[in-house]
């Protein structure tokens, strides 16, 4: 059978379905990996990982036989795509399988933030509802006009999960989507036009700190900024600093910059909700992007074709 280099985990179904077609090889078996890969990497064809961990360039270069990296994630920035389609290597990820916990998560934080849930829940829990009386009011999440960054598959279906709250949705985009929403060319416009700053944007070097302190600053202290694309979007420094000086309101948070690191300072926060990557990890959602990441291993183990490669590849 052709050897299969595992890169990070995977759930005991996964490995029986890719156990039947490949010799897995888990990267954390070897404590010196790049020595184990000088010897052994030819033997390599395809490589099973995730958004997180991704591959390597290093891990990359050393596999000259690579044919195919599947990835359990839908964000692929760890795995140099345009070096992978200049070797003639297939990438694959799970994108559709998860836009609806996502949307889910993002809808969450952004609830958690205007009804302040964690402040309230620790009134309770403290003793204060009997000792104080009742908490200070919250916001009402009705009526908002809500910014999205990013109109691919999950910001639609954010916009769609939003509905019930009678939202004004705007979105930007590099260009204009078909879609029935009011698009905003101009980041910074539709932060300062924006009740809520919910971002979707794949991660990457073309994305990096793109809501920087500017566009908090356009967005506000009665503002909110929800993430659930990748941390390296937000300027983190930047935004604990906006936070801190009330020059925005609120953050939800699922992802951060050096996950999973989360600076002090943030934890400190009382104006943030944070939650630790988790916005597909529902087990069935889970287990839909487990049965796609194998999915694809095995068409292209049978015959070279694939179900959901990465746009680089389509």
Not at 6 to 21: F, H, K, P, W, Y
Not at 46 to 74: F, R, W
Not at 152 to 158: D, E, K, L, M, T
Not at 160 to 172: G, M, R, S, V
Request: proline share 5%; aromatic share 4%; with cysteine.
């Amino acid at each position: 059978m052709p050897d299969l280099l595992q890169i990070g985990g995977a759930t005991d179904e996964m490995n029986a379905r890719v156990s039947a077609a490949f010799t897995i090889q888990k990267a954390s078996d070897h404590a010196d990996l790049a020595a184990w890969l000088a010897e052994h990497g030819d033997r390599i064809t395809h490589v099973q990982t995730n958004g997180h961990d991704g591959v390597k360039p290093e891990i990359m270069a050393a596999l000259p036989n690579l044919q195919m990296i599947s990835c359990y994630g839908v964000g692929y920035d760890n795995i140099d795509a345009k070096e992978a389609v200049r070797r003639g290597i297939m990438v694959t990820h799970t994108p559709n399988v998860l836009n609806e916990e996502v949307a889910t998560t993002a809808v969450l934080l952004m609830l958690a933030c205007y009804r302040e849930l964690l402040r309230d829940d620790a009134w309770v829990r403290s003793g204060n509802w009997e000792a104080k009386g009742n908490s200070p009011l919250t916001r009402s999440a009705d009526n908002q006009t809500i910014g999205i960054l990013g109109m691919g598959r999950i910001g639609q279906a954010i916009a769609a999960k939003l509905a019930p709250w009678n939202p004004t949705i705007l979105y930007h985009t590099r260009s204009e989507k078909d879609v029935p929403y009011q698009y905003v060319g101009d980041l910074i416009e539709m932060a300062e036009q924006s009740d809520v700053l919910i971002v979707i944007t794949p991660g990457g070097a073309s994305t990096h700190h793109l809501v920087n302190t500017e566009v908090m600053n356009a967005l506000g202290p009665k503002g909110t900024l929800v993430n659930v694309a990748r941390g390296t979007v937000i300027d983190e420094t930047a935004m604990i600093a906006a936070l801190s000086e009330g020059r925005l309101g609120w953050a939800g948070l699922d992802v951060f910059e050096n996950e999973p690191k989360v600076p002090q300072a943030l934890r400190d926060l009382k104006n943030v909700t944070l939650l630790p990557h988790v916005g597909s990890a529902t087990h069935e959602t889970r287990a839909a992007m487990g049965k796609l990441t194998v999915d694809n291993l095995l068409s292209h183990l049978n015959d070279g074709t694939v179900i959901s490669p990465v746009p680089e590849c389509q």
